[in-house]
């Protein structure tokens, strides 16, 4: 390859470089043809940062009429002016040589902002150009602060990470233009904050941290202020706990026969600050009450003539007993209730209705109803209640049959006295129950329906596994019944999240091409929780193993962009793919973010049309790109 061929490569790659950056360059062949000629002079780029440094971007040369560049036959000198040097100054003069189409001038600023107008001259010749001169507030008041949690919620005695990150007006990811210190304020009571740093650095956008919170419930702020740039942000964090905050009660039938010696089943659980049922963390001793003394006395009588103390075991979410009671009255309703220190007071009521038997005229039309809890925890018993009845029409009040349609009237459960048994098993079987996931809920234990009783029980468990489940009744010769449940986990990890420092929806890498990146546990609440064993995933196209340890609720990576095998340059897909033996694929989760540019470069070109000669273009194409690199 010969020298000529060498030299010319540089040369198209730049053009075409130019080119692609949407700046076009119009090339002419022109000379110093004795024609009209204008001086012209431009700076570029024409905005700069204050600061005592020099700039060569001024730039003086000749057109002619067409504004075509115009190569000078001798050297040709230039003179120079600033009408405030407080802002920029320029050299006295500069000299075009011969030969050439333009000359280039440094210009000198100051710490002082402004513009100032940079005027060039020769003979009666006369060109200038203006150059705006900003400082660091001018950047700061583009610049806007975002708190950025994962989530608004927490549980007690837990932790997640927090980023600090910076926007401009537009809502884009930006870097800090200096040093930006920032201070937080927060409810110390509540949750403290582990950061190594809140200064967000130059050239950086985000800053993180870590929020723990303390094992008191209630709303949480975190405040972050920064004198710098005059920004003031503030988010709140509700912290909730799945501790035992008070107590439920459930009486099942809701309406018994009124006659002697009527069974209940009465169900006390624990529950959390949101009202899911939780466990008990030590024994919970209970006392029961009832606003009719005579329902009072038989509950005390049986729990003395049983020897047995109302008490919610360690460990166990409830505690079940069965009261045989004689009512007499109908028509009324009655509340059972329990207490216990620290929990407070709850309670339930029941009816008791006129009694029939299944010989009843009215009970031509039998029916059943399955009752049980709404919501039941993992690894747990408790029971569940047919009942066999008829549907008569609901009772209302006078002045309110008067003014209701009779098509309108709805229709209410009422219990019947049954007069034979109803067996669950054996050969005489008439009542079957069915779960529709036995992994989540299995009949532990069937029960009768004694002869002159109305209802029977069945015990049922539930398993480690959460989520819904419906539970099945039938019993022959009187029909069947079905009735939705939950089982629940409320600190089970129930999903993953790929929290990104910078938002939901885009990643921008530091000045030194790295970035960070968490995978974090949820339970059903969406709130952070801690994994009971350590949980594996690989992130793709990251390739990076990350594990959240045991009693740990997140796991950090900082990688380096880099590492990232993707054709997509203007977007990104992380997965978190759960790994390991008895991985649930459940956690599986993928995340796309648009890739922010840590910087744009943008093209100021002084001369939109340059002569065809190789030695000038060349420079400018040197020039340009010592400029970029700095």
């Known amino acids: 390859m010969n020298k000529t061929v060498s030299q ?137 602060l975002v708190i950025n949690l994962p989530t608004g919620e927490m549980n007690v005695n837990s932790e997640m990470p927090f980023s600090l990150y910076l926007q401009n007006s537009d809502g884009d990811i930006t870097q800090a233009p200096f040093d930006i210190g920032i201070s937080l304020d927060y409810e ?42 005059g920004i003031d942000e503030a988010k709140e964090i509700r912290i909730s706990s799945s501790s035992p905050s008070s107590l439920s009660v459930n009486i099942f039938p809701e309406k018994i026969p009124a006659t002697m010696k009527r069974d209940i089943d009465v169900i006390v659980s624990l529950v959390d ?49 069965s009261q045989r009671l004689d009512v007499i009255k109908e028509n009324k309703t009655i509340t059972i209730g329990a207490t216990t220190r620290g929990l407070g007071v709850a309670s339930d009521t029941f009816s008791t209705v006129k009694p029939y038997t299944t010989s009843s005229p009215l009970a031509e039309n039998k029916t059943m109803q399955l009752l049980t809890l709404s919501k039941i925890p993992t690894k747990s018993q408790t029971i569940a209640v ?39 098993d054996g050969s005489d079987k008439k009542i079957n129950l069915i779960s529709s996931n036995d992994l989540l809920l299995k009949i532990k234990e069937m029960r009768n329906i004694d002869v002159t009783s109305s209802y029977g029980t069945a015990v049922i468990e539930s398993g480690q596994e959460t989520g819904p489940v419906v539970l099945s009744s039938t019993i022959k010769g009187i029909g069947s019944a079905s009735i939705p449940t939950e089982i629940i986990n409320t600190l089970k990890q129930e999903k993953t999240m790929v929290f990104s420092p910078t938002g939901n929806s885009a990643i921008l890498f530091d000045k030194n091409g790295y970035f960070d990146l968490f995978v974090i546990s949820l339970d059903m609440k969406n709130r952070p929780t801690i994994v ?11 390739n990076e193993i990350m594990t959240i340890e ?76 010592f400029e970029m690199s700095h």
């Open 8 to 144: 010319r490569i540089p040369l198209m790659l730049g053009l075409t470089f130019i080119l692609i950056s949407g700046n076009t360059i119009l090339v002419h062949s022109q000379t110093d043809d004795q024609a009209n000629l204008s001086l012209t002079l431009k700076i570029s780029p024409s905005n700069v940062e204050a600061g005592d440094r020099q700039h060569k971007i001024g730039y003086v040369g000749f057109v002619n009429k067409y504004e075509n560049p115009v190569k000078i036959s001798k050297d040709v000198t230039i003179q120079l002016e600033s009408n405030n040097e407080a802002v920029a100054s320029v050299p006295a003069q500069v000299t075009i040589y011969a030969d050439s189409e333009f000359a280039s001038f440094d210009i000198m600023t100051t710490n002082t902002a402004g513009s100032a107008k940079i005027s060039a001259s020769y003979d009666d010749k006369k060109s200038f150009d203006t150059i705006f001169v900003g400082t660091s507030d001018d950047f700061a008041n583009d610049i806007r």
């Open 550 to 625: 045991k009693n740990r609720t997140f796991s950090h990576v900082n990688f380096q962009g880099s590492m990232i095998q993707s054709d997509d340059q203007e977007t990104i897909t992380i997965k978190t793919v759960p790994i390991g033996e008895s991985a649930d694929v459940g956690l599986e989760i993928q995340n796309t973010f648009v890739k922010e540019p840590t910087a744009k470069m943008r093209f100021d070109i002084p001369f939109e049309k340059l002569n065809a000669d190789e030695k000038n273009m060349l420079e400018l194409y040197r020039f340009w790109i």
């Open 386 to 424: 047919f009942q066999i009845g008829m549907l008569l029409p609901k009772q209302v009040d006078q002045d309110e049959s008067s003014q209701q349609p009779i098509e309108q009237v709805e229709n209410e459960f009422y219990p019947l006295i049954i007069n034979e048994n109803y067996a669950s």
């Open 532 to 542: 009971e064993n350590e949980v594996r995933y690989l992130l793709t196209p990251i």
């Open 273 to 321: 600050s949101d009202g899911q049922p939780t466990f008990a963390q030590e024994d919970v001793s209970l006392q029961f009450f009832s606003d009719d003394d005579s329902i009072g006395n038989q509950i005390d009588r049986g729990f003395k003539e049983s020897q047995s103390k109302p008490v919610i075991k360690k460990g166990q979410f409830s505690y079940h007993f």
């Open 188 to 229: 110390k009571n509540l949750i403290g904050i582990a950061a190594n740093d809140t200064t967000i650095k130059k050239g950086n956008s985000y800053v993180w941290g870590t929020i723990k919170s303390n094992d008191k419930v209630g709303n949480a702020f975190i405040r972050a202020t920064s004198d710098k740039i």
